[in-house]
């Protein structure tokens, strides 16, 4: 919903309602509390989608300020919305319980947040399509099929050989190779992929009970993935900015190099 409110603008926020609204009813919340979600939904957009205007957002998040704005103004800030609204619904629905609205809301928020760090990065930079030499494309295509296939290699690895009921110890940074070299390869459009695909491995592994991540309470597996994720998504993407800055700096300093020596 951030993503589509960036690309498409804000005048598209009633798809959002109803696609939220359509979605709660359908999984068994009754109308008016699906309503209630809906809006915070919303709004959760909204807030996020004007934060991002007032750092001056650019979607490639090829520089630092950029991922930096969407991890706090977006990631941290705007999901408080959605997390309060749609908790205090189900609350006055009667469909949570009082003792378990902290851990309610923790879930749904820390939810929200890798939304946006994992989901709406690759909406946003692979909306964009940029043009490249046929050299280029080819490399990076190798490149793209060696990094999945690492990626794929250790997120199974420490997502089932290190299942909690197994006596091999938790490796999770196991996956942070394939995901470096997926950011010095391919900058955003790479990175952003990468933890995309190792985000959903772990997800369905831990939720089949595989994986570092189970072997304790729901609530609490449920906390550490969500960590894990969150951690690893925003530091993949600044490492990405990082490169493209470098990038960026190497090529003006090459240019201005060019005109002294041609003066």
Do not use: H
């Amino acid at each position: 919903s951030l993503a589509a409110l960036i690309l498409l603008g804000p005048r598209f926020w009633p798809g959002i309602a109803i696609g939220a609204f359509a979605v709660n009813l359908a999984i068994g919340a009754p109308p008016w509390v699906a309503v209630g979600m809906a809006v915070g939904n919303t709004l959760e957009a909204l807030a996020g989608a004007y934060a991002l205007r007032l750092c001056n957002f650019d979607r490639s998040l090829s520089r630092l300020r950029d991922v930096l704005c969407l991890c706090l103004n977006a990631a941290l800030l705007s999901t408080l919305v959605s997390a309060t609204i749609g908790v205090a619904s189900l609350w006055a629905g009667g469909l949570v319980r009082p003792d378990a609205l902290l851990a309610t809301w923790r879930a749904w928020w820390l939810g929200d947040v890798l939304g946006m760090l994992v989901v709406a990065p690759v909406v946003l930079v692979w909306a964009r399509r940029p043009r490249l030499p046929l050299q280029l494309k080819r490399r990076r295509l190798l490149d793209a099929i060696l990094v999945t296939v690492l990626l794929v290699a250790t997120s199974g690895l420490v997502f089932d050989v290190t299942a909690a009921q197994s006596n091999v110890p938790p490796y999770p940074y196991l996956v942070f190779p394939a995901l470096i070299w997926a950011a010095l390869s391919s900058r955003q459009r790479g990175v952003t992929a990468a933890i995309l695909v190792m985000s959903i491995i772990a997800i369905a592994a831990t939720a089949a009970g595989l994986g570092p991540f189970t072997g304790v309470a729901l609530t609490q597996g449920l906390l550490f993935l969500q960590l894990f994720l969150g951690v690893t998504a925003v530091t993949m993407l600044m490492l990405a900015a990082a490169l493209g800055e470098r990038d960026r700096a190497a090529e003006a300093r090459e240019a201005v190099i060019g005109r002294l020596e041609y003066a």
